[in-house]
């Protein structure tokens, strides 16, 4: 006789997710027309929770039970596309009263709350789905580096869906296999910050006013200082401001760098930062244009030297196609990631364009030899499938989100100390050539209620 298996416990025990080698499959089972993945969404509308929201209730073995949102507006329109679902603003108040009818939370909050609100969920034993980038602190890595080690049957994801694309798997697939030599270099550029809805451009610091009436600005801020609401940051331009935001460079990490960490297992903490910009980022507001070389020590016949520095930069500041060995031409995309290896340069777009170039001829990327075959892949159902114990591809879980946003983040930090080399250790959270920026970028003073819990 077979041991019935409780509903929960099955939630709790599925898998953490797979990496790109793991294709295996292990059969969903459900005991019942009503046995799905309750999902709690936090931060419901805003820059993309509306879209992660959606996707998510699409599939059909999950449900949105839940939103919890600060701005009354959004939770509102959110409550009339998800009319059965419990509501809240504040997230603690989800967690400490709706707890048992929730399984698994998406978070699509602005950066500085991502950390707090994730590693309550893991405290709780939820899955997440978390938006990019992970982090908004140097130190948040290692809190949750901890947390997927104390917690390894939770399944977790990066809101990175342009992974799914079969050219940017494709471009993994024959980095991973050397096709065209050692690596050499990286270079990566973002179009952002540029004009519309989420940055503000022009960094104008209005004078300090009444938060609107829809929106609680206490809990909006969160873990951040208590500060007044200004004009032209909340509830959708934050990311231009340094104490909630990334700027272009974090912004966009995600989607440019992880054809690298997901092609080179060696790429772990990077050793060093040094970025460019026309002066420090300031109390308020990032500093834009910027250009950054953030160094990885290697020793490993797959790469041309023991170092491997990536370059990468927002504004469209893009590398000499002539010192890469590229014929005159407009770059395909905006967004671009180019790999510099000693057979050959790849070019991956952000859309999933890929071009491998050698000796001044240029292969479609998907036309080299010895590709596997790439199945279409939703990324959301990715993530519900995982939590229901079906494992397919998962890109991207938190383990490795969390290599990506440090190398995404570094370079924003690094801009207070333009020029300047900073040497980064990670086990030690310091930079140990440069005291101030020790002191001064690598972790916030939590306010009191807002911490993110300790998780293992």
């Known amino acids: 006789m077979t041991t019935p298996v409780s509903r929960r416990s099955f939630l709790q025990s599925s898998a953490a997710g797979v990496g790109l080698s793991t294709l295996g499959h292990v059969p969903f089972v459900q005991s019942g027309a009503n046995d799905k993945l309750r999902v709690l969404s936090i931060g419901v509308v805003g820059t993309i929770g509306g879209k992660d929201r959606r996707q998510v209730g699409k599939h059909p073995n999950a449900e949105i039970v839940g939103l919890c949102d600060v701005d009354a507006n959004a939770l509102k329109k959110a409550g009339e596309q998800e009319p059965g679902a419990f509501q809240c603003r504040d997230y603690r108040e989800a967690f400490a009263a709706h707890a048992d009818e929730f399984d698994a939370v998406i978070v699509s909050t602005p950066d500085h ?33 901890k947390a997927i080690a104390a917690k390894p049957n939770l399944v977790t994801q990066l809101g990175n869906q342009r992974m799914v694309y079969p050219g940017r798997r494709a471009a993994v697939e024959i980095l991973r296999e050397g096709q065209i030599g050692k690596a050499i270099e990286a270079h990566a550029w973002v179009s952002a910050p540029n004009r519309g809805r989420y940055f503000n451009f022009d960094n104008e610091l209005h ?3 009444a938060p609107p009436e829809h929106l609680d600005w206490n809990l909006w801020l969160g873990p951040a200082a208590e500060t007044d609401y200004r004009k032209g940051l909340a509830p959708i331009v934050w990311r231009s401001w340094w104490d909630y935001g990334g700027n272009g460079l974090g912004d966009w990490g995600c989607h440019l760098l992880d054809v690298l960490f997901y092609a080179y297992d060696e790429l772990q903490s990077p050793i060093a930062v040094q970025t460019h910009c026309a002066k420090p980022a300031g109390e308020h507001f990032h500093v ?7 160094t990885f020590a290697v020793d490993s016949p797959r790469f041309a030297r023991k170092f491997f520095p990536v370059h990468y930069n927002d504004c469209r500041q893009m590398p000499s196609r002539a010192a ?33 170039w050698r000796d001044g001829k240029m292969t479609k990327g998907l036309d080299m030899p010895y590709l596997p075959e790439f199945p279409k892949l939703n990324h959301w159902h990715a993530w519900v499938d995982n939590c229901l114990g079906k494992k397919t591809e998962l890109r991207t879980p938190f383990k490795d989100a969390v290599r990506i946003t440090e ?43 807002f911490a993110p819990p300790a998780v293992g």
């Open 407 to 449: 190398s995404a983040i570094l370079p924003v930090k690094a801009t207070r100390f333009p020029g300047v080399e900073l040497r980064w250790d990670k086990a030690s959270l310091t930079f140990p050539n440069h005291e101030e920026a020790t002191k001064t970028i690598v972790k916030r003073a939590y306010r009191d209620g």
């Open 207 to 209: 004078e300090p006013s």
């Open 324 to 356: 890469l060995g590229l014929p005159a031409d407009a770059w395909m995309e905006n967004n671009c990631t180019v790999v510099v290896c000693e057979g050959g340069v790849m070019v991956v777009g952000a859309s999933g364009r890929i071009e491998i």
């Open 288 to 294: 834009n244009p910027c250009r950054s070389t953030t």
């Open 113 to 145: 709350s991502h950390a707090s609100i994730m590693l309550t969920a893991f405290a709780h034993d939820k899955h997440v789905y978390g938006q990019k980038p992970l982090v908004h602190q140097l130190e948040e890595i290692v809190l949750f580096e």
